[in-house]
């Protein structure tokens, strides 16, 4: 068969519960009716080697395939043994079987669907299971019948439309998410949600549009399975009068002509959902204010001001951002919606930092609200931040002011004046003085840099010198110290600080335990034994470990727990003798922080340190290769 042939085949294949129509079949191919008609007489053909397969005509209605689960696991690998399917792709699919099977899945089955052993089997089974857990539901077996997923339909969905989560990358495996469906439902849904943006503006990302894909395709699925959700009929009087409840009948009433197939009343309203919390409306267009989220926002505000000792409250820009999302979020934890945020490990990696501080003001401002915030929300939370950081750092280096001396008359200042002028617009050139002007000048207002055309002696402030006539060094002189003296200060603090707070006793050489909970107790418990933190420090560092995985990557984890539980602050540190899993990644090297309130100005220099350190592959495999105390402590001060 040639390759429409074969994509013809896996299209019955995936609808065998179902009549598909030869123009419908037509249409998905991009081909013409005739062409699939001779198509289907070479698949006749073709399944004579295959006895427990038959095609299903029905005039009028359409075609389908009668498949023995045997025959569609051996049809299957036909059609595949030009391009085998990966891990990756075989756990999505066999994940998506558990999840919409009607009756029990064996081992068996599975085997012989992807020609594999049980053995292999049942290690895709058990990481199937811990996956599933993050939805609230169990994986069970039952004695010779199979495998079979328990827990509410609402999750159910909501792991179907997370499936690509359990590859490494998202984006290489939207295709095969999709692959899932069929393709003429896929088309159908792609067009009349293009259609709605068009009318309404409903989504504000792409990543909002796919999203939305996906849930109407597991709707879609489950409504001719027959699986239902239920809802509270509270639930559905919340919704009626929203302007996304027309939005959404409009869309399904279309939806309802072109597949043949009826939505209860139930779907309205699900799907009403997914749009209240897809639909992201910017602060400043809406009529009126949720008093209960701008409480939120300050309060949120006020918690980061306190752990990062940055000053927010005029970053107006910051405030609609998270107003903004953090209506989305509230509408998704309370219809039980869950996101993937596909940036996650890299956010935690790249701002280990501010994710820390953000996570640590979430668990403070979010119960109050009855909200727990998964860390996937909490990573879009940080990235407002983080661009607030850079705005206001942006602000204080945008324009400088500088103090020009020089004694070589009027003239030549002037010039000396003009020429930086028009190099660097950053600069606010406050006065051109000689030597002897200097402190006159200093004492009426502050000054960030002077240029002067001699070495100055005894001042604290930068300063640069540079030729009168300002000559190509000069420039490049002068570009390389503006650099240098907008780094953050806190590269000098970053050296030693992580061996200053880290003391001998603390530090675990070749840890071999079999979770990374167990390794987090144990650090914790030293610091309790130490005296230098309060007998619920442990308890308080495991409950965070839990919510949120804290590698950082590069093999290091930073566990901690809120600084109200520290008496002083201490490190201590755990090399792993053999890499543990520790969220998404492996790790090394264990640093459990434990600071107080009065070194909060201590912590950014301090996770900044270990930051770097992750970024070094030889220091960690120098960590994990130390024999004694000694060496661990001439790393550390590296």
């Given at each position: 068969m040639n390759d429409r042939q074969k994509e013809l085949v896996r299209i019955l294949i995936l609808n065998t519960n179902e009549f598909t129509h030869v123009h419908d079949l037509a249409d998905s191919l991009r081909c013409s009716e005739k062409t699939v008609r001779?198509?289907?007489?070479?698949?006749?053909?073709?399944?004579?080697?295959?006895?427990?397969?038959?095609?299903?005509?029905?005039?009028?209605?359409?075609?389908?395939?009668?498949?023995?689960?045997?025959?569609?696991?051996?049809?299957?690998?036909?059609?595949?043994?030009?391009e085998p399917k990966s891990q990756e792709d075989r756990l999505i699919e066999i994940t998506y079987q558990l999840l919409v099977s009607q009756k029990p899945v064996t081992l068996g089955d599975l085997s012989r669907q992807y020609f594999t052993n049980k053995s292999t089997v049942k290690g895709d089974l058990n990481e199937v299971a811990r996956w599933l857990e993050r939805f609230d539901l169990e994986l069970v077996s039952r004695q010779r019948l199979g495998h079979v997923v328990k827990g509410e339909e609402l999750q159910k969905r909501n792991a179907l439309a997370r499936l690509p989560e359990l590859a490494s990358s998202h984006s290489s495996t939207s295709k095969e998410m999709l692959s899932l469906f069929s393709s003429y439902e896929v088309k159908v849904v792609r067009k009349l949600l293009r259609d709605m943006q068009h009318h309404f503006s409903v989504f504000s990302t792409a990543g909002d549009y796919e999203s939305m894909l996906i849930h109407t395709l597991v709707m879609i699925k489950r409504t001719t399975q027959r699986s239902p959700i239920t809802l509270d009929e509270s639930e559905g009087n919340s919704v009626f009068h929203t302007e996304e409840y027309g939005m959404a009948d409009w869309f399904l009433k279309r939806l309802e002509r072109v597949l043949r197939v009826v939505f209860p009343e139930e779907e309205r309203i699900y799907f009403t959902r997914h749009l209240i919390s897809s639909k992201r409306t910017p602060r400043s267009s809406k009529k009126a204010s949720n008093r209960l989220i701008e409480d939120m926002v300050d309060r949120l505000i006020s918690r980061m001001e306190n752990f990062t000792m940055i000053d927010f409250s005029d970053d107006q820009t910051l405030k609609d951002g998270l107003y903004t999302h953090l209506e989305s979020t509230i509408h998704r934890l309370h219809y039980g919606f869950t996101i993937h945020n596909p940036m996650l490990e890299e956010i935690k990696k790249m701002y280990p930092y501010m994710f820390r501080m953000v996570v640590l003001a979430l668990e403070e401002v979010a119960p109050p609200y009855k909200l727990i915030i998964p860390e996937d929300e909490a990573a879009y939370i940080v990235l407002h931040f983080q661009a607030s950081v850079?705005?206001?750092?942006?602000?204080?280096?945008?324009?400088?002011?500088?103090?020009?001396?020089?004694?070589?008359?009027?003239?030549?200042?002037?010039?000396?004046?003009?020429?930086?002028?028009?190099?660097?617009?950053?600069?606010?050139?406050?006065?051109?003085?000689?030597?002897?002007?200097?402190?006159?000048?200093?004492?009426?207002?502050p000054i960030d840099l002077i240029i002067s055309t001699k070495s100055l002696q005894h001042q604290t402030l930068p300063v640069i010198v540079v030729s009168p006539l300002l000559e190509g060094e000069d420039k490049q002189r002068l570009d390389q110290f503006l650099k240098s003296i907008v780094q953050?200060?806190?590269?000098?603090?970053d050296s030693g600080a992580i061996d200053r707070f880290v003391e001998d006793e603390l530090i675990y050489?070749?840890?071999?335990?079999e979770h990374r909970f167990k390794v987090v107790e144990l650090l914790a418990n030293g610091l309790v034994k130490k005296g230098s933190v309060t007998q619920s420090f442990p308890h308080s560092a495991l409950l965070r470990e839990r919510s949120s995985a804290t590698s950082i990557g590069g093999g290091i984890a930073i566990p901690h727990a809120h600084p109200e539980e520290v008496l002083h602050s201490t490190v201590a540190v755990a090399v792993l003798q053999e890499p543990l899993e520790w969220g998404h990644e492996y790790v090394s090297v264990v640093f459990l922080l434990a600071m107080t309130k009065q070194d909060r100005s201590l912590i950014k220099p301090l996770i900044q340190g270990i930051a770097n350190m992750s970024e070094d592959p030889d220091l960690i495999q120098n960590l994990k290769e130390a024999q004694d105390l000694s060496s661990i402590r001439q790393i550390l001060r590296q």
């Open positions: 001779n198509d289907l007489k070479v698949i006749e053909e073709f399944l004579k080697e295959y006895p427990a397969a038959a095609l299903n005509r029905k005039p009028g209605v359409g075609i389908r395939l009668l498949v023995e689960p045997e025959e569609k696991s051996r049809l299957f690998d036909r059609l595949s043994q030009t850079e705005r206001l750092q942006k602000q204080r280096n945008k324009v400088k002011k500088v103090l020009i001396v020089c004694d070589l008359g009027v003239g030549m200042s002037h010039l000396l004046q003009a020429k930086l002028e028009q190099t660097y617009k950053g600069f606010d050139i406050i006065d051109c003085v000689g030597m002897w002007e200097i402190e006159a000048v200093l004492a009426k207002q953050d200060s806190s590269s000098e603090q050489l070749g840890v071999h335990l």
